[in-house]
């Protein structure tokens, strides 16, 4: 089965740094993928440039994109059904007790077919994930299930990326 993103070698240089470092990356149909890492290590310039953002065309490498490239609510999405549903940090600022409704949101998008990207720093979000990757300096430096993924980044020395040699990359 073809991927329904697939980024080959993608590197995005914003100003003087290197914020994805020739990333490979590729997400399935109806799959939900989560990104973890820390503030700063690329996981929102990951998104924006999945989604056409102004400023974030890759500096090289490839993305092949086969869906609709909107930044919309989740209502929105779950009313449309998105091929590719890209959600950043979707549970900011909600509170503890509504953290089962984000994830039940973003389980009833695969089960109408869509794929979900979804970057977040909450391990419980992160849970209803298919697959996680851990991203560092703008590259992926772990993947495995949710869990494996959440005990890796759990074993990070830093809070935000620096950019400087991580013990965990």
Do not use: W
């Amino acid at each position: 089965m073809d991927a329904l993103l697939q980024l080959a070698d993608v590197s995005l240089i914003i100003g003087q740094t290197r914020v994805l470092d020739h990333l490979d990356f590729a997400m399935e149909q109806g799959e939900i993928h989560a990104l973890l890492g820390a503030n700063g290590c690329g996981k929102s310039s990951l998104a924006f440039m999945v989604m056409g953002c102004q400023g974030y065309a890759p500096s090289s490498g490839s993305v092949r994109f086969a869906g609709e490239r909107k930044r919309i609510e989740m209502a929105a999405m779950l009313a449309i059904q998105p091929r590719l549903a890209i959600l950043d940090e979707p549970a900011a600022r909600v509170d503890v007790l509504s953290l089962d409704e984000v994830t039940e949101a973003i389980r009833k998008l695969r089960s109408g077919g869509s794929s979900v990207l979804l970057i977040t720093h909450q391990e419980d979000v992160a849970a209803c994930a298919d697959r996680a990757s851990q991203l560092f300096a703008g590259t992926i430096v772990f993947s495995g299930s949710p869990a494996a993924v959440a005990e890796h980044y759990r074993g990070r020395s830093c809070v935000r990326c620096d950019r400087s040699v991580c013990a965990h990359a």
